[in-house]
């Protein structure tokens, strides 16, 4: 008998240590399974290795990407925003719309940046100032900007812009499309600045232990503020480049985005429980996805297929976590 739960409990340690080096190591792990997926779909179908495939790969998951950074910051502080998707859509119907009324192209992507940034100050003020949770007050803006786009469109898409809005969206450097080279650069500034700058560093502590940031004097709510705007911002910048990718303002933009989005930031190393996660980590996260998506459309598996993978392996993200930090408590 005591030798049986010795066996058991070495099966246990065995398996907790080998759960807690995957997550450890999450970005090395995903970086491994993205090379094997990627090899998996190559060998499943001839077309995946084709610049044409990358390039729709790279240039579809970017606005993705890019809304991802501001869900890790948030992740990180312990919040999160669902309101993503709904602002990335209405950015692109604001800025179009500007547009078709003759405003000068630098302003009216300025508004659309500033609406995106005045979203995630009214969702940090909410959520720190009257201490609703993130989930009701981030599922309500979710549900205004996305009814405002409608509203102010009828449900149409935006189109007859100008050809010199397309250049952020179309445009290329050395064969890479600016879109990509946006994503990326916005990639390292925040990891770095993630990893290095005090006033993001503060982030962690904070959603680490929220009291102990409070005794020690940090500004928390301050913090948390910035972190919504910057989601928001990043949200509604995500809009303006895919409405100029696009030449369109479209109000039903994103929907659904904020399951991907949260799926990439957990996949990637970031907790529902706050204080972890990686900008490069997310980034990572989102290509695992993307590809997991790629490969599918590539062996004609539905959408609705796609969907119910993304929800799993969420899922699966999150249940992981959750048994590794069990197992550490």
Not at 52 to 67: C, S
Not at 93 to 108: C, E, H, K, R, Y
Request: hydrophobic residues 60%.
């Amino acid at each position: 008998m005591r030798a049986e739960n010795m066996r058991r409990l070495t099966v246990q340690l065995v398996c907790r240590q080998f759960l807690r080096l995957i997550i450890e190591t999450r970005e090395l792990t995903l970086a491994l399974l993205i090379v094997a997926l990627i090899i998996a779909t190559w060998l499943a179908s001839p077309f995946f290795f084709s610049m044409a495939n990358f390039r729709a790969i790279t240039v579809g998951m970017a606005p993705t990407a890019i809304i991802a950074i501001g869900m890790t910051m948030l992740l990180a502080s312990g919040g999160f925003d669902l309101s993503v998707g709904s602002v990335l859509a209405l950015a692109s119907t604001i800025v179009a719309l500007l547009i078709i009324d003759g405003w000068p192209i630098p302003l009216a992507v300025l508004a659309a940046l500033a609406l995106g940034a005045a979203i995630g100050l009214a969702n940090g003020l909410v959520v720190t100032k009257i201490n609703v949770n993130p989930l009701v007050a981030t599922l309500g803006s979710m549900s205004i900007a996305r009814g405002i786009a409608l509203v102010l469109t009828e449900g149409f898409s935006l189109s007859n812009l100008p050809a010199a809005f397309a250049w952020a969206g179309k445009a290329q450097f050395i064969g890479v499309p600016f879109l990509v080279w946006t994503t990326l650069g916005l990639v390292v500034l925040f990891d770095l600045a993630m990893r290095h700058v005090r006033f993001f560093r503060q982030i962690y502590y904070i959603g680490s232990n929220e009291r102990a940031a409070r005794l020690s004097g940090l500004p928390v709510e301050r913090v948390r503020i910035v972190a919504y705007m910057l989601s928001g911002l990043l949200a509604a910048l995500a809009g303006v480049l895919l409405a100029s990718r696009l030449m369109s303002g479209t109000p039903t933009a994103g929907a659904g985005l904020e399951l991907q989005v949260l799926a990439a930031a957990v996949i990637g190393g970031a907790s529902l429980r706050g204080g972890e996660g990686t900008v490069l980590g997310a980034f990572l996260g989102v290509i695992f996805v993307a590809l997991i998506n790629n490969a599918m459309t590539m062996l004609a598996v539905s959408i609705y297929w796609q969907m119910i993978v993304t929800g799993t392996v969420l899922v699966a993200a999150v249940a992981l976590d959750m048994l590794v930090r069990r197992g550490n408590e």
